[in-house]
C-alpha cells in the first residue's frame, strides 16, 4: 500500500532497477556501483590528487621541455669542439641523453610545484569544507612561500603573493561563467 507524499521505501538490493533491465542484470549493477563508490573515495582524497597533480606535472614539465628542447639554439663552434672525433651514431646518443636530463630536470620541478599546491589546496578545502576562490589563493600563497622558503622572507612573502594571484587568476578563469547564446 502506498501513501501520498512518502517517499517508498525498499530494503537493500530490492530496489527497483532501471528501464530496460532484468533481475539477472541486478548483480552486475550492483557491482557496477561498488566500484563506482570506490573510485569517487579515492578521487576524493588528497593522497589520490596529490600523486595526480604530481604525475601530472612530470610530464607536463618533460613534454614542455622536450618541445623547447628542439628550438635550443646551440653554438656550432662549441659542438665542434665538444663532439669532435665522435661518429653520428654518438652525436644522437649525446643529444638524446641531455634531452632526457633536461626533460627529468623540467619535469621534476613542475611535478613537485603541482604536487605542493594539489595537497595543500586539498587539506584546505577540507579543514573549511568549502570549494569557493579563497582554497586556491591560500594554497598558492603557501605553496609560494615553501617555494621560496630558501631565499628568505622577503622571497618567500613575494613568492607567496605572486604564485596567491597567479592562482588567483588561473581559478577566475576556470569558474568563468560561459556566455548565454541567446
Do not use: H
Not at 569517487?40 to 600523486?51: D, F, L, P, R
Not at 578545502?125 to 576562490?133: C, I, V
Amino acid at each position: 500500500m502506498s501513501f501520498p507524499l512518502v517517499a517508498p521505501m525498499f530494503p537493500a538490493g530490492k530496489e527497483p532497477l532501471p528501464p530496460g533491465m532484468t533481475e539477472e542484470d541486478r548483480a552486475q549493477l550492483l557491482e557496477a556501483k561498488k566500484y563506482q563508490g570506490w573510485m569517487t573515495m579515492g578521487m576524493e582524497s588528497c593522497a589520490a590528487k596529490t600523486v595526480i597533480a604530481g604525475v601530472g606535472g612530470l610530464g607536463i614539465g618533460a613534454f614542455f621541455s622536450l618541445m623547447s628542447s628542439s628550438f635550443a639554439y646551440e653554438d656550432p663552434l662549441l659542438r665542434q669542439s665538444t663532439q669532435a672525433g665522435m661518429n653520428n651514431t654518438q652525436k644522437a646518443r649525446e643529444i638524446f641523453k641531455e634531452m632526457g636530463r633536461g626533460m627529468w630536470k623540467s619535469g621534476k620541478g613542475f611535478g613537485k610545484v603541482g604536487a605542493l599546491f594539489a595537497g595543500i589546496e586539498c587539506v584546505i578545502e577540507g579543514y573549511r569544507a568549502k570549494n569557493d576562490m579563497v582554497n586556491p589563493i591560500a594554497a598558492g600563497f603557501v605553496a609560494g612561500g615553501v617555494l621560496a622558503r630558501n631565499s628568505g622572507p622577503k622571497a618567500a612573502l613575494g613568492g607567496g603573493l605572486a604564485f596567491a594571484a597567479f592562482s588567483a587568476a588561473i581559478d577566475l578563469f576556470l569558474r568563468r561563467e560561459p556566455p548565454d547564446d541567446d
